[in-house]
């Protein structure tokens, strides 16, 4: 048998193994999200929003599946807290945690020769670093590399003329910062297909080895090893998992905020009967869409439309990197203003550290009122109290709810974070340029879809595999020992 003539009878096996509904293209990858602090590293708003001004600075042709990850974690919006996931890198595979940021386009994680990288962590997570000297997949970036021009489309790249690595530095506002070199690895996952398990998925990536940190990076309370960025460009691992046909160009999310924490981050397309898309503003370094007003009670505010364009560093960004939101001073003063006079008879208005604040004695869903953000194209974001509140403390046994909106001086952006994203579904649809999402119970399970060949296919349950549902230990072994008596025929006739 010739070398063709084994991979095409192999591969026919593989097919005829695999269940009827697996097709060639690359179906949806869900990472199960983690948002956990501990309780004893509580945050005041400042500091929230202290944290928020840093980071805004830098403002499968596989088998085909759905990547499961198990999630753990708290969720207080009063701890300093993130999204993160684990991803497997290299050969073999470490684990690396990583923030889950739609705000940035790069992931990269710690370097095994990384200056002033945090060692430990609050968040109860073991720390690694990347060692490219002990994975036998990994690679260097050079700077005559075409994937190295991937970074320059974000302007962090360049070339090391020292050791002609493909180099990248992140600066951000507050003067904390990272840079490192650009390599090329594995992306390790295990692939749920259907109701069986296909461990050890790979696909190859070009990802960041940081060499240095600096700021808020540094914290230990909330450090990680990394940061996942889901922006649009070449760089981002959505964009080249696409360019290599291993997945589609959407990624979905859904943030739970109560009970826990945690959530589900899917490459692919989470359907849902009640989503609502608006169009994205095209050309945009970030994920901006076009708010045109916000209503309180069913009452448009006195807000002018131009406060919400999208221009000269202007607009409405959706950043999963931010853990509160924030509107510009024109429209924050009438939406504050607004809340206070529709609750002025069952509440006691008061300003805490320059916040506006509520002392409360029953339940904040039977006092405030609900508000809509309403987007191009007919889309209206309706948020719950508890989307736009944070409870701030007790005084007297009696509660503090404050505006979790914030004002930002000088600037007219408005952006979106994880307090008005969490409790939701949201679709990040590349192809048709648009975002969609839904209010939705996170930890309930959920369909997601991709277009094959033959159709559209629906998971259920993505990411919500327990041990009760996951695929048993026999057929597990099946599988596993079926891949390595195929890889051996290979080998016996290559």
Known sequence: MSSSSAVWF???????????????????????????????????????????????????????GVIDFPVDGTFDPFVVGLYYTKLRLGSPPRDFYVQVDTGSDVLWVSCAS???????????????????????????????????????????????????????????????????????????????????????????????????????????????????????????????????????????HCLKGENGGGGILVLGEI?????????????????????????VNGQALPINPSVFSTSNGQGTIIDTGTTLAY????????????????????????????????????????????????FAGGASMFLNPQDYLIQQNNVGGTAVWCIGFQKIQNQGITILGDLVLKDKIFVYDLVGQRIGWANYDCSMSVNVSATSSSGRSEYVNAGQFSENTAPSKLSLDIVGNTLILLLMVINMFL
């Open 271 to 295: 359907v849902a009967p009640n989503i609502v898309f608006t169009p994205l503003v095209p050309s945009q370094p970030h994920y901006n869409v076009n708010l045109l007003s916000i209503s």
């Open 327 to 374: 509107l510009s001073e024109a429209a924050y003063v009438p939406f504050v203003e607004a809340i206070t006079n529709a609750v002025a008879q069952s509440v006691r208005p008061v300003v805490s550290k320059g916040n506006q604040c509520y002392v409360i004695a029953t339940s904040v869903a039977d006092i405030f009122p609900p508000v809509s953000l309403n």
């Open 114 to 252: 990384c200056d002033g990288c945090p060692q430990t962590s609050g968040l109860q997570i073991q720390l690694n670093f990347f060692d490219p000297g002990s994975s036998v997949t990994a690679s260097p970036i050079s700077c005559s590399d075409q994937r190295c021009s991937w970074g320059v489309q974000s302007s962090d790249s360049g070339c090391s003329v020292q050791n002609n690595l493909c180099a990248y530095t992140f600066q951000y506002g507050d003067g904390s910062g990272t840079s490192g070199f650009y390599v090329s690895d594995v992306l390790q996952f295990d692939m749920i297909v259907g109701s069986s398990l296909v461990p050890n998925s790979t696909a190859p990536v070009v990802f960041g080895c940081s060499t240095s940190q600096t700021g808020d990076l540094v914290k230990a309370d909330r450090a990680v090893d990394g940061i996942f960025g889901f922006g649009q460009q070449g760089m981002s691992v959505i964009s080249q998992l696409a360019s290599q046909g291993l997945a589609p160009r959407v990624f979905s």
């Open 10 to 64: 192999t591969t026919a096996i593989l097919i005829c193994l695999l269940p009827s509904t697996v097709s060639s293209y690359g179906f949806p990858a869900a990472l199960k999200l983690e948002r956990a602090i501990p309780e004893s590293h509580e945050m005041e708003i400042s500091q929230l929003k202290a944290h928020d001004r840093a980071r805004h600075g830098r403002l499968l042709q596989s088998l085909g």
